[in-house]
């Protein structure tokens, strides 16, 4: 079958700058040749039904409540050399260890803000920071256990951080089952390449819970807000792979600051939460009082200390946009070593030189709310009309503390199978980064890729697809 | 295990036990309703009304008790609770709900009956192809089953779920046999000839034609019949054999303070167990069966209470 080339000055995961095929991806391109259109056609729709009847599907916000779609599955890989995740995995651990010793610095000792690295408004002003967190001594200093970092290939060559995800990040479900998926479409090509496995994820991740209690043999449970959540099959998903109780607000119960689930043998004392609620819906005494998904009282059992979540509370000021601009800084902060990962170059709009250098060059930036997520409220400037840029310029006049402006960047291209036939499209990629007693991560993460020719949008709720990712043991390929 | 989660597995397991039985009985009534002398042909078509108390509901939606009104309501109508469409839907519900408890072939056998009724329900079902609907229906159920035997992990859950399919499974056998019993016994006395088809179509709707061969021989008769499905141990629908797994499944459950429901199951078991056909022809088939129903809706309740309910 014919591969599309990609179009110049954009770094491509199969093809190098001569549109010679990389080392490491020629056994893939060799499949690719030998395999036509009807017979990759064909299981596209094996794998379409396959998820249909497992239900790896998710809601959309606005559709019909249980309206389930499936986020649109890639056949083609897509490929990362071992010495690139060697790079990657080091600038990740390093990452992930600076912004739990920043979380565990602006609830404590201050140390950043005295130093002048950050200012004090930054970090306090910030909506999601929380005061009540204060001097709390949670195990091992640990906020965010499970971290989901978004990397993206630019045009150089070098993967740069796009945006840290510390609250509640999700998709790794969608890493494991694409991998389920692909290895019982296309067993021949697991025979021939070394790729890493991933399948030991949740294992990691009930490590992780465990250890994030001191107690020896914890009780850890997941928190969902329920079936109409996007993410409720993630939820489900990993509960049952790690054997633990998948519990929604209305079964837990507080009694004397402890947390209890309702049990058919009476209550049962819990003492890690996975929850994925965010902070504002977990306690209806202590954030919002209109949240029917969390528990009362839950944050006074949290601050006695009788149960640990994960994440912590207030890990949100460490992901904010606003803050992503410093983590470079922290990095240096904290551990003394430079920065492996790049960031993005950030303008923050906040400072008046920056706001006016954004405005002046509102057609070539990309901007962002602060707060903002999923890929909604930004503004794309070579691709808005005149009408968007002129509205986004008063949006950035009127408050320009909330957004940030970033270059945009060349997302690489990875081959994929579209109606088009094999076309490159971009793609970023979600490592999930797991700290408790260590660091750990599995190789690899979640690649999400943008099906429309062109476009840079990956988000699943904005009409995004999804691709196994191998990570390539050895170098030998 | 949580009470949220003992509840959604005991209720999906009693909806898609129902969802057989739903399937089970319209087939029979409508082969009964061919066979039978014209007169007696809207009371053949009304037993499965009868006999899950939906009368009512159906007079409320439709206007006469033909075949498709029937196929309709027992099948396909959502705004029925106890069609096999909204049971389905029901048994989804739940298990999406218990997702986490589940084995991932038990969540694809439930996820993908309800896929294909969705699409079933599309096409539309009519006399004609009735038949394909209600294979489907026990197909599935025996899938179900199947995949609850085969990969579920022997704990609580698996027991809550069980505890659903056979608090059910008695309820139903004891309501079919009341009201099938009644009307062959009768056809026995009006239409002698129509008889044989009555007792077979009550044995066909409990599945148990075969076993009633084997036990007793051609000649079928009223008590033999009463008997193979109220003590007979070794019939799988028969309410002694229900019983039996519904006492062992609740001894079997972990339990915290004192609880009724082993209790109450235990003493209908051992009723059932000690009793003979002597004392049912005694007490009236209709007296006993009514009196068992009382006691096993009772149990259900129970069940609710001690494991599942949380009043704060």
């Known amino acids: ?477 | 295990m949580l009470s949220r989660a003992a509840s959604s597995l005991f209720w999906m397991a009693r909806y898609l036990e129902r969802a057989e039985t739903q399937a089970r009985l319209l087939d029979v009534s409508l082969t009964m309703a061919l066979i039978d002398v014209p007169e007696d042909r809207e009371e053949q078509l009304s037993v499965p009304l009868l006999v899950t108390g939906t009368r009512e509901v159906f007079d409320e939606l439709y206007n006469d008790i033909t075949p498709q009104n029937l196929i309709d309501f027992l099948l396909l109508d959502d705004r029925h609770p106890a069609s096999v469409f909204s049971v389905i839907r029901s048994a989804r519900d739940n298990a999406l709900h218990i997702r986490g408890n589940l084995s991932a072939d038990v969540w694809e056998s439930i996820n993908s009956a309800w896929m294909e009724l969705k699409e079933l329900r599309h096409k539309g079902v009519t006399e004609s192809n009735a038949s394909r609907v209600f294979d489907w229906t026990r197909e599935r159920s025996h899938v179900f089953r199947g995949a609850a035997y085969g990969t579920l992990l022997r704990n609580d859950a698996f027991h809550f779920l069980r505890l659903g399919t056979f608090i059910e499974r008695a309820d139903t056998t004891a309501r079919v046999l009341d009201i099938r019993h009644h009307m062959a016994t009768k056809s026995l006395e009006g239409h002698p000839t129509q008889s044989f088809f009555e007792w077979t179509a009550l044995l066909h709707s409990l599945a148990a034609f075969e076993a009633y061969q084997h036990t007793y021989g051609h000649n079928i008769e009223p008590m033999n019949v009463a008997e193979l499905l109220i003590l007979k141990p070794d019939v799988p629908r028969s309410l002694r054999a229900c019983l039996q797994e519904i006492a062992s499944l609740l001894e079997q459950i972990q339990s915290g303070d004192a609880r009724r429901a082993r209790r109450l199951a235990s003493s209908l078991y051992a009723n059932i167990h000690y009793g003979d056909r002597e004392y049912i022809e005694e007490r009236g088939l209709h007296e006993y069966l009514t009196d068992f129903l009382e006691r096993i809706q009772r149990i259900s309740g129970q069940i609710q209470k001690d494991y599942m309910g949380w009043k704060q």
């Open chain 1, 1 to 477: 079958m014919l591969i599309q080339t990609p179009p110049e000055g954009i770094y491509d995961e199969l093809f190098d700058e001569d549109n010679r095929v990389r080392p490491s991806c020629r056994m893939l391109e060799d499949w690719l040749i030998k395999s036509d259109e009807d017979l990759l056609a064909e299981k596209r729709r094996e794998a379409d039904v396959l998820f249909q009847r497992l239900g790896i599907t998710f809601n959309v916000y606005g559709e019909d409540q249980g309206a389930d779609r499936l986020i649109p599955f890639d056949l083609i890989p897509r490929v990362i050399s071992a010495t690139d995740w060697q790079r990657m995995q080091a600038g990740l651990r390093q990452r992930v260890q600076a912004l739990n010793r920043f979380l565990f610095d602006i609830y404590h000792d201050f140390d950043i803000i005295r130093a002048g690295v950050i200012s004090a408004e930054q970090v306090f002003a910030n909506p999601q920071y929380q005061p009540g967190m204060q001097n709390l001594k949670l195990p091992r200093n640990l906020y965010s256990h499970i971290a989901g970092i978004d990397l993206i290939r630019h045009n150089d060559g070098d993967f740069y951080v796009l945006e840290d995800n510390l609250r509640c990040p999700s998709g790794v479900s969608y890493m494991l089952e694409n991998r389920r998926m692909m290895m019982r479409l296309f067993p021949e090509l697991f025979a021939q390449a070394p790729v890493a496995p991933v399948e030991h994820y949740p294992a990691l991740l009930g490590e992780t819970l465990r250890a994030a209690s001191l107690k020896p043999n914890p009780t850890v449970v997941v928190l969902t807000p329920g079936r109409f959540n996007s993410a409720y099959f993630e939820h489900a998903f990993l509960a049952r792979q790690m054997g633990i109780e998948l519990v929604e607000g209305a079964d837990l119960f507080i009694r004397q600051n402890r947390v209890y689930m309702k049990t058919t043998i009476g209550p049962q004392q819990v003492d890690v939460i996975y929850r994925r609620i965010d902070d504002d819906f977990l306690d209806p005494l202590a954030g919002n009082p209109d949240s029917m998904l969390g528990v009362p009282g839950l944050y006074a059992a949290y601050r006695s200390g009788n149960v640990v979540l994960a994440n912590a509370m207030g890990t949100g000021v460490a992901d904010d946009k606003s803050i992503y601009p410093y983590v470079p800084d922290m990095i240096r902060f904290y551990l003394g070593e430079e920065p492996i990962l790049k960031n993005v170059p950030t303008w923050q709009c906040r400072k008046p030189r920056d706001l006016q250098y954004v405005l002046d060059n509102l057609p070539d930036l990309v901007v962002k709310e602060t707060q903002g997520a999923g890929g909604y409220g930004m503004l794309i400037g070579p691709r808005a009309s005149k009408k968007e840029l002129s509205h986004f310029r008063s949006l950035l006049k009127a408050r320009p503390d909330n957004y940030i402006a970033q270059p945009t960047l060349s997302l690489s291209t990875c081959p994929t199978f579209v109606d088009e036939g094999v076309a490159p499209r971009h793609l970023d990629l979600r490592p999930f980064v797991l700290s408790g007693k260590k660091i750990q991560m599995v190789p690899g993460g979640l690649t999400r890729v943008a099906l429309k020719a062109g476009s840079l949008v990956v988000n699943s709720s904005q009409g995004g697809g999804t691709k196994d990712t191998w990570v390539l043991e050895g170098d030998e390929c």
